[in-house]
């Protein structure tokens, strides 16, 4: 799915964010106008500016003006997208989609083996957030999630508090999922500041790979990570914080997933969801990949094992980013469909499979790596 593009930009002499309508009538001051009309038709009024595909720049207005871009036909009318001075448009928001998704920075303090978006150390937290403060209000009010991601969320510092707050106040209704490693909030200072906010739509996905720090700091690329994720969840938990833990399953997490299945029931009972992930072949993992991988048809005596002991405990397991193909039919109630629309692919094999409904799939990427045993069920399965 094509969320960027790029045209020849005039008049664009800053980050402009705004609404694509192609009907006059939507116009106002937070709109772009997508149009192959001739320009002297243009309709006067407020509005951002002009994307066109059209190839001539004979645009005689002060207004924002994208021409020359190859296609328009990704965006659907209300899609957010920012448009930068050098002429590339990257869709923000999209309308039609449940799993949007906002980059708050992307910094961060770990650097996880596995990492799907490389972390980069350039100072981007005020971009990002100039961004994200005026995108938020025209999130249309229906949006029923909206997932923070980065990098490190929580490395915003302030700023961070205060997207949060902003998403309280302008999305009343919109369930937050914050992508965090946690390790922040072992300053008890952040913890209560999340806490001072009260937003009990806020949920926090903090990953947590064994149950023994040098597995964990090993897999995160950080020392001490162990200890300030687990000091985090404790000071979360204080603060009543909502708190999924996420274990990624791979060649380093396995060994003693049992053993952490088991330190989450005993100190971590406070935590809303538990969910285990599949690995997906991006970022670091393909330069990572003899040190992480593990046909998931090979784990599942230890992925059992572990869902079961949690959810025989009472508490809420599930699998994301797995194929039932794959897993034991016992733990197909706990598998769901995880991954985004924007990056969910089957195989050729699939097509003919008669479970190919209920499945969540694989990752677009993923279709390069995946497990040996994929096998499609035929109508008498
Ligand atoms: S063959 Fe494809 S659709 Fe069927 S269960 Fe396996 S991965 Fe899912």
Redesign the pocket.
Known sequence: MLLKTRGIAQNVNESLIGRVTRNDKNLDSNTFLLTEQPFENLPNGDYIGVLTTQKTNNFLSEKAFVYNIPSLDHLSEGDLIAVGTTGNINTLYRINSHYNTLLTTERCNSNCLMCSQPPRDRDDIDHYYNILKKLIPLIPKDCPEINLSGGEPTLMGELFFNMIEQIQHDLPDTEIHVLTNGRTFAWNSMAERLGEINCNRLMLGIPLYADYYQIHDYIVQANNAFYQTVAGLHNLARYNQRIEIRVVLHKQSIPRLVKLAKYIYKNLPFVEHITFMGLEYIGYTPFNIDKLWIDPYDYNDELEESVEFLAGQGMNVSIYNS????LPESLWKYSRKSISDWKNS??P??EQ?S??ID?G??FTWNLKKHSNY????SNID
């Open positions: 194929q039932l193909c794959v089957y195989l094999e699939c499979c479970k190919l499945c799939g694989l994929i096998k499609a069920f």
